[in-house]
């Protein structure tokens, strides 16, 4: 990857709102981005797959939808390094979600909203979790192992489950991932026995106990807020 690459794919005002766009780190399907590059979705496919060629951005698909975003942190410092050379503004994502389903939610039946996409980062930033298949999915580090047996999770049973053990899920909301598969769904079991979590009859959102909040800064250095329903 070169800044002339860069520089040439953003030679076309429509891919550099896309690709400035996609800086935030939230990923964004190939309709918002047409809106954002002000151009007709048939266009706004062209230049996607023209920049997807070119190294410059990777799409994940999420049941019927595919969403777009920077492919990687290289292709992100150089953006950041021409837009200060260029000024090019960048706007913020806000998601359009309600908000109590926005901070915490299930996902299928793991832990999704503001609060899963945070604790997915702190346990990458904690080194609990491994990258592996090109970063489709996950296993545990040593770390990870001693932390979520800490926390009461059966890893046997969880890696006995015909399903996937953990992946990144885009998280629909905050456009980035939260923990996935059958690991993921250990943890939601186990912040709702913990009632570190409690959810909803009527929904699929979930309420940030006081209880969670200072376990989760506890265990995972994590600080969030109270939500929903108490």
Request: proline share 3%; with cysteine; charged share 25%.
């Amino acid at each position: 990857m070169t800044v002339h690459v860069i520089a040439a794919a953003i030679g076309e005002p429509a891919r550099e709102k896309m690709l400035y766009c996609l800086m935030d780190g939230h990923a964004r399907t190939s309709t918002e981005l047409a809106v954002v590059a002000d151009v007709s979705p048939s266009t706004a496919s062209v230049h996607l797959n023209r920049l997807k060629a070119a190294g410059l951005v990777k799409v994940a698909v999420q049941g019927k939808h595919h969403y777009y975003s920077l492919d990687g942190s290289e292709v992100a410092q150089m953006l950041e390094a021409l837009s200060v050379l260029v000024g090019t503004p960048r706007k913020k994502f806000v998601p359009n979600t309600p908000s109590r389903l926005c901070a915490a939610r299930t996902c299928y039946d793991h832990l999704a909203g503001t609060v899963g996409v945070s604790l997915h980062d702190r346990l990458k930033a904690m080194g609990c979790l491994r990258e592996k298949d090109g970063g489709r999915a996950y296993e545990l580090t040593p770390k990870g192992v001693k932390l979520f047996e800490s926390l009461g999770v059966d890893l046997e049973a969880t890696f006995s489950l015909r399903r996937r053990f953990a992946f990144p899920c885009l998280d629909w909301s905050e456009r980035r991932p939260h923990l996935g598969g059958g690991l993921g769904a250990a943890l939601l079991k186990v912040v709702l026995k913990k009632k570190w979590v409690t959810q909803d009859l009527d929904s699929r959102a979930l309420a940030v106990t006081g209880v969670g909040q200072r376990e989760m800064l506890r265990q995972f250095g994590l600080q969030v807020e109270r939500s929903g329903r108490q």
